[in-house]
């Protein structure tokens, strides 16, 4: 893929090869060989893996304890456009050089958001025009786009469940701009993250208008899109808390549930992000399961969070025992339907040289290649689905068959109970299947 831009952001670094697991290349993939072959699949075609535009590019190591400790040779301009193109010269170089095909960002990560709606609409405008060559140049594409509506003070009460309509017009002025942006660069998919559609307190809140509106908000924002010819999937990104005290797409069930109540299933699936799923109290791969069991697995935000830390730290993910219990989801699933999988994720805030943003990516996608090679094997080659098949076996043949094609009555139940006496103690074997899986990690 070929570069623009007069300057090298990220000197010294070149293409992110894969050299195997013996190589002591720290630039260089260990796991991650893009066109191997996994269940049928190159790497590639499972993962389509993507640069997150804000944390990689925006993300400058603040938090609420002191400023940001990174000095980013890009978007140094005072203007904003020109800042803008410099961002935009710096992902693609990034892209390019990691050889990823994707990459995603929210409105205001490509550009600096103005005083007014027209001027910011205007700046979104040509920063586009820059990323449409920018994207012809290097062969990358867009994952998907998003809005942030939830940053700028105006949303500090949400933007579709806010209680003022002044704010919801404003929200969905702020939704058409980005999605007219995902559009034009022929983006694949788009998605909403409500970081701010919950409450703080029931007091004050009218929770059945709001879920109502988030509703509506949905399905115009659909309409309007599939109206000017969009054809991918929408996608919700499930979050319980942080920052308000109870977001409405809490995890993937209560998501998929506002999916199901206001019609949306036919164009809606669900973005599971890892630290999420954690915040929720559930794990990544119960979360990527509630959604395949509804056909809903269309996309993931790849990352970690703290064991110690009850926030979203948003690290790279680097657990390959639980990322392959996630990829036996994923891949027993037939992976994503629509989206990819996209880095999520920052450095820390004391990991300050360019380097270290690609240190972190290459680990983040050895560590997802690797979880997908160890779980096809254990798929293929251990006795792990003959297990599970086993354990369901009762439902296989007789009245157990019977019940799963809905053929018994309760009465039944009663009748069977009362004929075959105290049911025989199966033991769930679960270490047994903890084994298999560290066998082959």
Known sequence: MALIGDKEYFKGIGEIKYEGRESDNPLAFKFYNPEQLVAGKTMREHFKFAMAYWHTLCGTGGDPFGPGTKQFPWATSSDAVQAAKEKADAAFEFITKMGFDYYCFHDFDLVDEA???????KRIQE?????KQKQDASGAKLLWGTSNCFSNPRYMNGAASNPNFDVVARAGAQVKIALDATMALDGENYVFWGGREGYMSLLNTNMKLEQDNIGRFLNMAKDYARSQGFKGTFFIEPKPMEPTKHQYDFDAATSINTIREYGLENDFKLNIEVN????????????LQVAANAGMLGSIDA????????????????NVLETTEAMLVFLKSDGLQGGGINFDAKTRRNSTDLEDIFLAHIGGADTFARALILADEVLQKSPYQSLLDKRYSSFQSGKGADYVAGKLS??????????????????GKQELYENILNQYS
């Open 276 to 287: 999420h799923a954690t915040l929720a109290q559930h794990t990544f791969q119960h979360e």
């Open 410 to 427: 309760l009465s039944d139940l009663y009748d069977y109970a009362g004929t075959h006496g105290e049911p025989e103690q199966i033991s």
């Open 115 to 121: 005083s007014t709606l027209a001027e910011s609409e």
């Open 127 to 131: 920063i586009v025009e820059y990323l």
């Open 303 to 318: 990352n970690r969070g703290d064991y110690q830390n009850g926030w979203d730290t948003d690290q790279f993910p680097n």
